[in-house]
C-alpha cells in the first residue's frame, strides 16, 4: 500500500514541474528578448550620438582652408569610438534575440537623430513651419516609440543555440534556398535595369540595398551567436560555415554602402532613411522568418501586434523624416555669374588700360 501510494504521488507532482519548466523557460527567453532589445536600442543611441558629434565638428569646421582639420579634434575622435562602441552593441544583439525584434529597432536611430538635432545641434524652424514640421517630428517620435514597445512584448521567442550544425542545415533547407533564387532574380533584373536602363528611381536603389542587407543580417546573426557560444566554451570556430557567412557578412556590407552613398549623391538623406528603413526592415524579417523559422509556434495575436508594430513604427519613422530641412551645400567661392554687370564692366576696364600700357594682346574677361 505504501508502495501504491508513493508512486500516486509521484504521478501527481510530475504536471507542476512540467509546467514550471515551462514558464522558466519562457521568461528566460523573454530575458534574452529583453537583454538583446536593450543592446540594440544603446548600440543606435550611441550611434546617434556619434554621428551627430562628427556633424557638428564638420558644421563648426566647414569654412577651415584644412579640409582635414576635424581630424585634429578630439570630438571627431570622440564620435568614432563611439561609433564603434555602438556598431559593437548592435551586433552583439543579434546573439541574444530574435533577428525579427532587432533589425526594427534601427528606428530608435532616427528618433535619437531627430532630438539630438534640435536640442545638440541646434535645428531651428521658423515660427511659421513648426505645426506643419516640429509638431509632426514629435508626433512620429511618439509613434516610433509605441512601435518600439510593441516590436519588443510581441516579439518572437524563437532562441535556438546557433551553433555550427544549426547554420549548415538552415543554409540548405528548400525554403531558405527557395527565397535565395527568388532575391537572386530580382536582384540581377533590379541591377540590370539600374546599370543598363539607367532606372535611378530611388525604390529601385533602395530595394538593392534592402536585399543585400537582409542577406547582411542574416549572416550577423549566425556570426555573432558563433561568437558568443565560442566565448562561452563551446568552440564553434572550427566551423567552415562560420569563415562562409563572415566572409558573405563583409561582402554585402560593403556593397551595401557602394549602393546607399550613390543613393545619397541623388536623393535628400531623409528621404533614404524613410524608404529605406521601411524596404530593408520588410525584407529583412522576411528572410528571417525564413532562415531562422521566427514566427513557427506563435500565435496569431502575436504576429499580427508585432506587424502593427511595425506599421506603427514605419508612420513614425516617415512623419519624423518627411520634413526635415535640406542641407544647403556651404560655397567658399562668389560665381563669376553672381557678379553684377558694373563690377565685371570696371574689371574689363582696368585689364584694358593695363594691357595697352603692357603692349598685351586683348582678351576678353570673360573668355579667362
Not at 33 to 38: D, P, S
Not at 44 to 70: M, T
Not at 105 to 129: C, M, N, Q
Not at 309 to 336: D, H, Q, W
Request: proline letters at 4%.
Amino acid at each position: 500500500m505504501d508502495g501504491s501510494h508513493s508512486a500516486a504521488l509521484q504521478l501527481q507532482q510530475l504536471p507542476p514541474t512540467s509546467s514550471s519548466s515551462a514558464v522558466s523557460e519562457a521568461s528566460f527567453s523573454y530575458k534574452e528578448n529583453l537583454i538583446g532589445a536593450l543592446l540594440a536600442i544603446f548600440g543606435h543611441l550611441v550611434v546617434s550620438i556619434a554621428l551627430n558629434l562628427q556633424k557638428y565638428c564638420h558644421i563648426r569646421l566647414a569654412g577651415s582652408k584644412d579640409s582635414r582639420a576635424y581630424f585634429k579634434t578630439k570630438t571627431w575622435w570622440l564620435g568614432l569610438f563611439l561609433m564603434l562602441l555602438g556598431e559593437l552593441g548592435v551586433f552583439a544583439s543579434y546573439a541574444f534575440a530574435p533577428l525579427s525584434l532587432i533589425v526594427p529597432l534601427s528606428a530608435v536611430s532616427v528618433i535619437a537623430s531627430a532630438i539630438i538635432g534640435i536640442i545638440f545641434i541646434k535645428e531651428k524652424w521658423k515660427p511659421k513651419d513648426f505645426l506643419r514640421r516640429y509638431v509632426l517630428s514629435f508626433v512620429g517620435c511618439g509613434l516610433a516609440v509605441v512601435g518600439t514597445y510593441l516590436l519588443v512584448t510581441f516579439a518572437p521567442n524563437s532562441h535556438e543555440k546557433m551553433t555550427g550544425e544549426n547554420v549548415t542545415r538552415h543554409l540548405v533547407s528548400w525554403p531558405f534556398l527557395l527565397y535565395m533564387l527568388v532575391e537572386i532574380i530580382l536582384f540581377c533584373l533590379l541591377l540590370y535595369f539600374y546599370k543598363e536602363k539607367n532606372a535611378n528611381n530611388i525604390v529601385v536603389i533602395l530595394l538593392l540595398v534592402a536585399l543585400l542587407g537582409s542577406m547582411t543580417v542574416v549572416t550577423v546573426k549566425a556570426v555573432a551567436g558563433m561568437l558568443v557560444l565560442s566565448i562561452q566554451g563551446n568552440l564553434q570556430l572550427d566551423y567552415p560555415i562560420f569563415y562562409v557567412m563572415f566572409v558573405c557578412m563583409v561582402a554585402t556590407a560593403v556593397y551595401q554602402a557602394a549602393f546607399l552613398s550613390q543613393a545619397s549623391q541623388m536623393y535628400d538623406s531623409s528621404l533614404i532613411a524613410s524608404v529605406g528603413y521601411i524596404l530593408s526592415t520588410t525584407i529583412a524579417i522576411t528572410a528571417g522568418a525564413i532562415f531562422y523559422l521566427d514566427f513557427i509556434g506563435e500565435d496569431v495575436l502575436h504576429i499580427c501586434m508585432f506587424a502593427l508594430g511595425c506599421l506603427i513604427a514605419f508612420l513614425g519613422v516617415f512623419l519624423i523624416t518627411r520634413n526635415r530641412k535640406k542641407p544647403i551645400p556651404f560655397e567658399p567661392y562668389i560665381s563669376m555669374d553672381a557678379m553684377p554687370d558694373s563690377y565685371l564692366h570696371n574689371r574689363q576696364l582696368l585689364f584694358k588700360r593695363y594691357s595697352n600700357s603692357r603692349n598685351l594682346p586683348h582678351h576678353n574677361l570673360e573668355s579667362l
